[in-house]
Antibody, heavy 122, light 108 residues
């Protein structure tokens, strides 16, 4: 059974940093790209970014709203994807989900974690 | 960035109704369109990918259609567990996988 479990969320002050983890199980983690998607309280879904598998260079892409502040990395030996968030702003307050994908011919995102809440406030 | 616009933003319907939700892309995205269902306090769940392919385990009352810029999600006969918020997502642009704003489906 595929499982994704996020951790590392919490309350952080504006301007500070936080690192989220996504621990995967039930599939060959290194074969898949992994993404992060966030959802501000009461709002819709916002794609944050993704990291390709090593077979595709392990490169990353980011939404304009987080580019230069957020970094996605992966440790295939531990089956963990990370989201390093620096220079946090109040508008980064959201539930952060990790998801497997983009995957397949049409770039689906087929499994999602339960999410971890990040609150940026002084 | 490719913009995704869903309509309506909210919808009231009854159990057994046939419901259609529309998603429009700001430019052609071929069939690179996914649909998700999200219930309160839960993670999104993939329903449809490639505009019309049913994800494994999803009931057949859900269907998707469209290509280019206009897409629809149809629920043929609403069940109580279908009341949720639905999102479309374009997966054409690898630089930004944008979502629609969501459609909240409520019980009439």
């Amino acid at each position: 059974e595929v499982q994704l479990v996020e951790s590392g969320g919490g309350l952080v002050q504006p301007g500070r940093s936080l690192r989220l983890s996504c621990t995967a199980s039930g599939f060959t983690f290194g074969d898949y790209a992994m993404s992060w998607v966030r959802q501000a309280p009461g709002k819709g879904l916002e794609w944050v970014g993704f990291i390709r598998s090593k077979a595709y260079g392990g490169t990353t892409e980011y939404a304009a709203s987080v580019k230069g502040r957020f970094t996605i990395s992966r440790d295939d030996s531990k089956s963990i994807a990370y989201l390093q968030m620096n220079s946090l702003k109040t508008e980064d307050t959201a539930v952060y989900y990790c998801t497997r994908g983009p995957y397949g011919d049409y770039n689906r995102f087929d499994y999602w974690g339960q999410g971890t809440l990040v609150t940026v406030s002084s | 960035d490719i913009q995704m616009t869903q309509s309506p933003s909210s919808l009231s319907a009854s159990v057994g109704d046939r419901v259609t939700i529309t998603c429009r892309a700001s430019q052609s995205i071929s069939s690179y369109l996914n649909w998700y269902q999200q219930k309160p306090g839960k993670a999104p769940k993939l329903l449809i990918y490639a505009a019309s392919s049913l994800q494994s385990g999803v009931p057949s009352r859900f269907s998707g259609s469209g290509s280019g810029t206009d897409f629809t999600l149809t629920i043929s006969s609403l069940q109580p567990e279908d009341f949720a918020t639905y999102y479309c997502q374009q997966s054409y642009s690898t630089l930004s996988y944008t979502f629609g704003q969501g459609t909240k489906l409520e019980i009439k």
